[in-house]
């Protein structure tokens, strides 16, 4: 299987510059506690999360185990998976087991929580405990 993965730079940069931007120019911003959206890309959350949905991502909500995270991964691109926490390290799960279980250094690497998704049919759409 081929996982898509995005160098945090190429996703994140002009967001950054932006809030430091903003920081600068009126002394402060909330901008980086704002939930937004990315579309699944790939089968590895698959069948709760599939390929093309629309998830919401909050940077602002509590992050706990079994959680639907966005964090960094070890080789400094964003992944999408469940969090598991077991004896202090913190792992990152995918639902389709064709893919791996990978360890993050810490809860620092998650970058927000998913809180929903949507699809083409009402019917998808569900909202996940914040």
């Not at 081929?2 to 002394?27: H, S």
């Not at 991964?73 to 990152?92: Q, T, V």
Request: hydrophobic share 35%.
């Amino acid at each position: 299987m081929n996982e898509t993965r995005i160098a945090v730079a190429e996703l994140f940069r002009p967001r950054i510059e932006d809030r430091i931007r903003n920081t600068l120019a009126d002394g402060g911003s909330c901008s980086e506690s704002e939930p937004f959206a990315l579309q699944v890309t790939d089968d590895s959350m698959e069948p709760e999360f599939a390929s093309g949905c629309i998830i919401i991502i909050d940077p602002g909500t509590v992050v706990r185990d079994g959680s639907f995270v966005f964090a960094r991964d070890p080789k400094d691109g964003y992944i999408f998976r469940r969090l598991r926490l077991l004896d202090g390290r913190c792992f990152l799960e995918p639902l389709n087991d064709l893919y791996e279980t990978v360890e993050i250094s810490g809860l620092e690497q998650v970058e927000g929580v998913i809180t929903q998704r949507a699809g083409k049919r009402r019917s998808y759409h569900k909202w996940y405990d914040q």
